[in-house]
């Protein structure tokens, strides 16, 4: 029996969301006013686990605790950094307090529109370049180990979580028009940072070189970007029945994957793309008006190769059964993209017991996805 006192909690939090309102400006007020709301927040917070305000469900109860996390955690890095308070300032580990730090470099994604984004990353910002890098290939890895952390305290583990969930929705949002374009500015990016650790080729020339080939790149990508599909160099098989219907057949890469991991299969797509290797993924490429199933079905009988994003979320979906027990029928190669270390279904077992797997366990991930690259390739070129 739950016993919520709305009322009464948003009172206690009005020093916390006080200060996240304000994160910036708090951190300049004086330690005197610092460490006044330090007390007030705390006290506060006391109360609250007290059961001063009766018992709430679940997700209100984790969202409360965040709240009195995140604003403990403003006070705490304005005190380490400022040198005063030394209690205050090791409330938190170190851990906590870094974690708090990389979840607000997200924070940008708030105040930029959709449009402000993509003029900074066709600018090549570094700093959003390497905000949406880390996004892309090893984010969903840090939150999942953050958040399963016993060395983080629960509280911050809310707040890190709905932060999370908010910040991806926002980027997801800001990035879907013209998605395949910024995946491989994205992926073009993570080649130069790959790149500059390799050692120099020994001549400056070509290292200048490569740095002019790649200031070129936005214009280059835009470019291939606009591009007709069908003029793509590139395997091609035609079906005069299935291009009547407008469906598009010229693709050598079926990408199958649970749609709660939408972003690593969009980055293995834009990878292989990259290497003018065409993918079908869904829902980019059923046209509107097309029957959902009937336009799965027949990319998987168009496909050479099946690449599957294996999760614990794809390891329990019907649809990716559906469509492994079509590829299996039909004898398609498939790839098994190992995100998750969790044990395969019985049915999952069945179909791909004895697969080329490909573990993706341990960052970075943009690594694996060049293995799979590079293994497809093989694989086609074996399979001609």
Avoid at 190 to 218: C, H, M, T, V
Wanted: proline share 4%; aromatic share 8%.
């Amino acid at each position: 029996m739950f016993r919520e006192d709305i009322a009464c909690a948003e009172k206690l939090l009005i020093p916390a969301k006080l200060i996240l309102s304000q994160e910036n400006l708090i951190k300049k007020d004086p330690a005197e006013r610092r460490i006044r709301l330090w007390n007030e927040v705390r006290g506060n917070y006391d109360k609250y686990l007290t059961g001063c305000c009766g018992s709430f469900l679940r997700d209100m109860d984790n969202h409360i605790h965040g709240q009195f996390n995140a604003a403990l955690l403003i006070l705490a890095i304005s005190f380490k950094d400022q040198g005063d308070n030394a209690e205050a300032a090791g409330y938190f580990s170190e851990k906590e307090l870094k974690a708090y730090k990389k979840m607000s470099g997200y924070a940008v994604f708030e105040i930029l529109s959709p449009a402000e984004l993509r003029n900074s990353l066709e600018l090549r910002d570094d700093h959003m370049l390497d905000l949406l890098y880390e996004y892309s290939f090893s984010m969903d890895t840090w939150i999942t180990s953050a958040l399963n952390d016993n060395e983080i305290s629960m509280g911050v583990r809310s707040y890190l979580k709905e932060r999370w969930e908010k910040y991806r929705r926002i980027i997801a949002a800001a990035l879907r028009q013209d998605h395949d374009f910024w995946m491989h500015s994205i992926l073009e990016y993570s080649r130069q940072r790959r790149d500059a650790f390799l050692p120099e080729p020994g001549s400056r020339s070509i290292k200048n070189g490569k740095k002019q080939e790649a200031g070129l790149f936005s214009r280059s990508a835009r470019a291939e970007h606009e591009t007709p599909r069908a003029s793509v160099p590139h395997r091609r098989i035609k079906t005069e029945a299935l291009e009547s219907e407008g469906t598009i057949t010229h693709h050598d890469i079926f990408i199958s994957y649970s749609h709660e991991d939408k972003p690593i299969a969009d980055a293995i797509c834009a990878a292989l793309e990259l290497e003018n290797i065409r993918c079908w993924i869904s829902p980019r490429d059923i046209l509107p008006g097309q029957n959902y199933p009937s336009s799965i079905i027949r990319a998987i009988e168009q496909s050479r190769l099946m690449i599957i994003v294996f999760s614990s979320k794809s390891n329990t979906s019907d649809h990716v059964i559906r469509e492994l027990s079509k590829a299996v029928s039909r004898g398609i190669i498939i790839i098994p993209f190992r995100i998750e270390d969790v044990p395969p279904s019985q049915e999952m077992e069945y179909l791909i017991g004895i697969p080329h797997w490909l573990d993706a366990l341990t960052p970075p991930l943009e690594r694996h996805i060049e293995k799979l690259v590079q293994t497809v390739k093989i694989l086609l070129e074996k399979h001609l």
